[in-house]
């Protein structure tokens, strides 16, 4: 019998959230993932991605979570991840979050919670350590040309003419609006830890 392979038995994904989803879940040979199904509450953005890409849509994030696949990319509501996230692990889904996990210490309590419980996969997503610059200034961290990191702090800020800003995030009460920029550090903190952090 042939072995299986990341080509032959791809992890199949659904995406919930077609702005940056949809460049997660990417169905191609080397990322050995086939993507299978799409969510989002904005149905016209939702039907042409779907058009687009060949594959099933939903509105209903449970009705999303009966189709056929295996895990769970969640690229919604920035604040929104952890209710997502613990309902598709109860539906036996492996779940990727991207760029947030939870908006509150309850959130994410309950969210460890229901990840040990589901004996699941649930991956935490940020790229920025993998970014050119971010790779050569842990390089020469740890070859020691830089000293000992001391104290660091994290924010995101995004500078953007106003019309792209507007564009990214429509609507008075879009997250990108309102959240705290300490919120949104991974972008600055996830570099940092992935320089300093030895390990094992
Ligand atoms: N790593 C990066 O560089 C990077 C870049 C952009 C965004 N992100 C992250 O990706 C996530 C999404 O960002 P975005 O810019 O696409 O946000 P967005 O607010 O533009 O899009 C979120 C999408 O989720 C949909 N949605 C909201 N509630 C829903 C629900 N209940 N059911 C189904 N769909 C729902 C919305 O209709 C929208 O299309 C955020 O967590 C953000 O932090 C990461």
Not at 162 to 181: E, F, Q, T, V
Request: net charge negative; glycine share 8%.
């Amino acid at each position: 019998m042939a072995p299986k392979t990341k080509e032959s038995n791809p992890i199949r994904v659904g995406v919930v959230g077609v702005g940056r989803g949809l460049s997660m879940g990417g169905s191609n040979s080397t990322s050995g993932l086939q993507l299978v199904a799409l969510c989002d509450t904005w149905q016209e953005r939702l039907q042409q991605a779907g058009e687009r890409l060949g594959v099933e849509t939903y509105t209903d994030f449970d009705e999303f979570l009966s189709h056929e696949m295996d895990a769970v990319i969640l690229a919604n509501y920035f604040h929104q991840h952890a209710p997502f996230a613990i309902k598709a692990l109860a539906a036996g889904k492996h779940v990727m979050s991207e760029t947030a996990a939870c908006h509150t210490l309850g959130e994410g309590v309950a969210l460890v919670e229901a990840v040990e419980k589901s004996n699941l996969t649930y991956m935490f997503a940020e790229n920025y350590p993998y970014m050119a610059y971010n790779q050569e200034m842990r390089r020469l961290y740890q070859k020691g040309h830089i000293g000992d990191f001391q104290y660091g702090e994290g924010e995101y800020v995004h500078p953007d003419p106003a019309s792209i800003k507007l564009g990214r995030s429509c609507g008075y009460d879009h997250w990108r609006n309102w959240i705290p920029s300490t919120y949104y550090c991974t972008h600055s903190i996830a570099p940092v830890m992935d320089a300093c952090v030895v390990y094992f």
